[in-house]
């Protein structure tokens, strides 16, 4: 497998469903695994659960599952985040399924409440203000005596019904789009990967790492389409991270390897 292929990538909030299929089919088909019902032979793939999609035929109904041919090609943005439905649907959606995204700076300060009682001190890894914006700690984090980076990055974290996974991953802002650098991303598994990329030195241990980082922070959602879009989010953060420390992007095999996450 070939390193991944650049033109078309940006950091942007909407991830094309031809740009991973492009990469590879598998990773598509991975992103598209329902594993809940999936067991040793048996695949199958996470359903719409939803009836936004059912005006473009009985595939895109409730309980039909998500094919790689409904969400590329000619299909390719069938699905986008929330930021680029439509006023209307979006109103719906929140109505009729409770869905709420929560802005970035939300994201940020409810994660730094669980930083501070893990570290026991506060404004680890970013300072909240008071016009909703934060200011970041560009010194290596530092661990309380009798820890080390290593137990950060395995303590367990969880979002339920986590949507397009704001409090996990902070690509952009979910409530705006506005995109968000690297260096000042607030997710939960933001964080981890930070701590691995200033406490590792070649590829391969930072690449053992991310995979840990990424074991140990969970999501749940039951909307097909969000479901889908928060996978994206982590898959790009991958790549985006191990970019930002190496200087190239990894290679699709590399990326295939995240399966078992």
């Known amino acids: 497998m070939g390193a991944v292929t650049r033109h078309k990538l940006r950091i942007k909030a909407d991830v094309p469903e031809d740009f991973i299929m492009e990469q590879s089919p598998l990773l598509m088909r991975l992103l598209l695994k329902d594993h809940t019902t999936s067991r040793g032979e048996e695949w199958n793939n996470i ?16 309980e039909a599952p998500i094919l ?13 985040p929330r930021v680029f439905k439509a006023r209307e649907r979006q109103i719906e959606r929140s109505r009729e399924m409770a869905e709420v995204f929560t802005p970035a700076w939300v994201c940020n300060h409810q994660n730094n409440l669980i930083d501070d009682a ?3 001190r506060e404004d680890v890894f970013n300072h909240s203000n008071h016009d909703k914006t934060w200011d970041v700690n560009e010194e290596k984090i530092e661990f309380p005596e009798g820890m080390t980076w290593h137990d950060y990055v395995l303590a367990r974290r ?3 019904t986590c949507g397009e996974a704001p409090y996990m991953v902070s690509r952009y802002d979910s409530t705006t789009g506005e ?3 690297i260096a000042r ?12 990329s200033e406490n590792t030195e070649g590829s ?5 790492w991310a995979k840990i980082a990424f074991q140990n922070v969970y999501g749940y959602e039951w909307q097909g389409d969000s479901l889908l879009i928060a996978r994206e989010n982590l898959l790009m953060t991958f790549l985006e991270y191990y970019r930002a420390r190496f200087g190239k992007d990894p290679s699709v095999k590399s990326m295939e ?3 078992d996450v």
Request: overall charge negative.
């Open 179 to 181: 995109e968000i650098p």
């Open 47 to 62: 359903f719409w659960a939803t009836d936004d999609y059912e005006h473009l035929g009985s595939a895109y109904s409730y």
């Open 158 to 160: 969880l979002e339920i």
């Open 204 to 208: 391969g241990e930072w690449l053992r």
């Open 68 to 80: 790689p041919e409904l969400i590329t090609g000619e299909n390719n943005h069938v699905i986008k």
């Open 118 to 120: 893990w570290f026991g």
């Open 185 to 196: 991303r607030i997710g939960l598994l933001d964080r981890k990967l930070r701590v691995v």
């Open 257 to 259: 390897s995240m399966r």
